[in-house]
């Protein structure tokens, strides 16, 4: 069973705050490392699909970095708005046919 | 203009009942996914499916067979359901390809009494 952690398992912020998150994964047999956003009472959301080691991608405040050799990334906001408040889920794709194991995320809360 | 559509919404039967979930996307994609929410709120693959041909397959009771009548569709059916069947059911799509963002329904709580 593959073991992806994530930490912190929840977070409060204040608005403007910047703030980061990891995702930890196995980096044997490494495909590709999925994010998505979640919010209460929607569907996940994808944010980013990364496959390079050292890769990092953007948007808006929003940004992942993804570190293969050593089995992390991390997701980090600038300058949070309440409307980030969402539930951060990693997912390594972990076998043919776009296989994805998902982590229990990080709950973000961001208060004004 | 909803992209994965799953229904019904919520779902409460009895034990032993048989029932189905339908999903539909309007995506164009090729490829479906259904996932079970657990209680510890991970999100689990269940099936994959390509083209209406089985791609994933996981370890689930086969009480619950997946049918794809055409690529923009994935139905969920469950036998004979069990307590342990409660959970909120999601259904995926997306394009063919390793690699590709997958785009989620809003699942479906299923709740056995």
Known sequence: ?????????????????????????????????????WETAKSPEAL?????????????????????????????????????????LCAPRTGGGNKLTFGTGTQLKVEL | DTAVSQTPKYLVTQMGNDKSIKCEQNLGHDTMYWYKQDSKKFLKIMFSYNNKELIINETVPNRFSPKSPD??????????????????????SSRTGENQPQHFGDGTRLSIL
């Open chain 2, 71 to 92: 690529k923009a569709h994935l139905n969920l059916h469950i036998n004979s359901l069990e307590l342990g069947d409660s959970a909120v059911y999601f259904c995926a």
């Open chain 1, 48 to 88: 980013f699909v990364m496959t390079l080691n050292g890769d990092e991608k953007k948007k808006g405040r929003i940004s992942a970095t993804l570190n293969t050799k050593e089995g992390y990334s991390y997701l980090y906001i600038k300058g949070s708005q309440p409307e980030d408040s969402a539930t951060y």
């Open chain 1, 1 to 37: 069973i593959l073991n992806v952690e994530q930490s912190p398992q929840s977070l409060h912020v204040q608005e403007g705050d910047s703030t980061n998150f990891t995702c930890s994964f196995p980096s044997s047999n490494f495909y590709a490392l999925h994010w998505y956003r």
